[in-house]
């Protein structure tokens, strides 16, 4: 805790190499050795057995489910306020058997975080979405994608997809396609005004364009789901937030979809049928769409002639990041409305960085030059975490917090929490993107928020993710303020977080 309160102060030059904080990888770990000898305080603990970790009883059969069972104490709660209380009740790591068998350790600490980081070697390993998995054993030929797969058939096919899906070079490649999309949802949002200005329930508009700017780097062509009469869009949405819902159930459940189809889980293939059905379609499309050479090949033609992935495998994975980046660029987006709404003094900082910028100025590289938008994006993302932990899975034994803690154990790094500890961030309460930008971000721990994950494993497409976002915030800002709003904005966990009240927001026309 020592090394991070000296970095809060300002005092200490801990990082030999300083790279942008949301793209952290195993290089950064060069901050280790320097951390005040946390290794000597913790050495007379160093052989605690995980099984003295403290954490909540288990009991027979049940495990911790207690907790949130009715009568339990965190029945009905927040999951992230359960979360909050376990640590509260607890402290910095706790051990929480959830069900009988599946066992995960909590952890609160960014220090500790970096004892994950630095164990986890080039395979690491993630033990969520059992159903997902479960749905590609029984539906989908047993071929995984990303989010399931692990060892070498994970390392081959994020290898794979590297380059066309992770590079700037990639998410350059798509700037101008998804400025056509970010144009046709400001022109949407300027007819859904009433005659204040006022969008009310904005959110279902916002999933909307996130899923017409994923679906065009995906599949090659406009799906056409801002269309008010697509009602496929509309129940491929819904059908995310279905399966995002249960897969936050599936946590606190006994995982008897294992062995048989509960309802749960064929509701979960019901929501999993729409998905793929539609990408199916969609993908069946991209790959007959005609090109001349190798340069014109589009995302779905390019993996499946130039990889050595099968086309069942370039599915899964294309269908999969269909999925995936809907609700998570989507709440990344409301919360960043959100914090332009809650903070004018900053909505006007990045309203003059970007309110020159021309459309071929974004062709041409102009995101990479905006540093305050983006240092606005990551501190909304401490403030919002899209996604409220990292997990992991240990593939061999180390020591955590001075605890051993074999391979094979299921470990949530807390990063949403730490993110707003004031023994490790400066003034935690105050929205403050120049904490991120030189020379301030020098002052503040690197792995206090990591908002796409770190290292081999973290988000693959987190420079998409944040060019769909700044691309429709800088056509909004050009073209509208966003009035003030005077209430903070309810989060509450589905998996992701996600705004607990319908958005609302007045854009008024700029004067030019
Ligand atoms: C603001 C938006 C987003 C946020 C905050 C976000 C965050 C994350 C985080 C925290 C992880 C886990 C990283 C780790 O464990 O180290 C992750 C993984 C992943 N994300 Fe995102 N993400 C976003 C958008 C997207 C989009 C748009 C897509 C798809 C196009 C996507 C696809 C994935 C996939 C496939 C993985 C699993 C990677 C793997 O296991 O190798 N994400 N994301």
Known sequence: MKAVRNFVAGGQKILSRHGHSDSLSLHDLKIVPELP???????????NPTSSIPGPASLPLIGALWQYLPGGRFYGLDFNESVRRLQSLYGDIVREEIVPGFTVIRLYNPEHFVDVYKAEGDLPTRALFGMLKRYNQLYNQDVQGLLTSQGQAWQQMRREIQQEISSPRAARAYVKNQMSVADEFLERLTGLRDEDGTVTDFLP??????????????FDGRLGV??????????????????????QKELSSIPLYKIINTSMFNKYCRAMNTIKNLSEKYMDAAFKRPFEDDDSLNLVQHLTYKSKLSYREVFTFLSEIFFGGIDSTGHCLAFSLHALSRHPEVQEKVYDEIKSLSP???????L???????????????????????????SKATTIAGYHIPAQTNIVLHYDMAGKNGQYIAEPDSFKPERWLRPNKTNTFPYITVPFGFGPRSCPARRLASQEVSLILIKILQRFEIAESKTDLPIKMQFLNAPAEPLSYTFKERQT
């Open 37 to 47: 000898n946390l290794s000597k305080q913790m050495a007379h603990m160093a052989s």
């Open 205 to 218: 508009e916002i999933y909307k364009y996130v899923t017409e700017a994923i679906g065009i780097v995906c």
């Open 226 to 247: 801002m269309d008010p009469d697509n009602t496929e869009g509309q129940q491929f949405i819904e059908a995310v937030s279905t399966s995002l819902t249960l897969t």
């Open 360 to 366: 071929r100025d974004i062709n041409n590289g102009a």
């Open 368 to 394: 990479d030059h905006t540093s305050y938008l983006r240092a606005f994006l990551k501190e909304t993302l401490r403030m919002y975490p899209v996604a409220p932990g990292l997990g992991r899975t240990t």
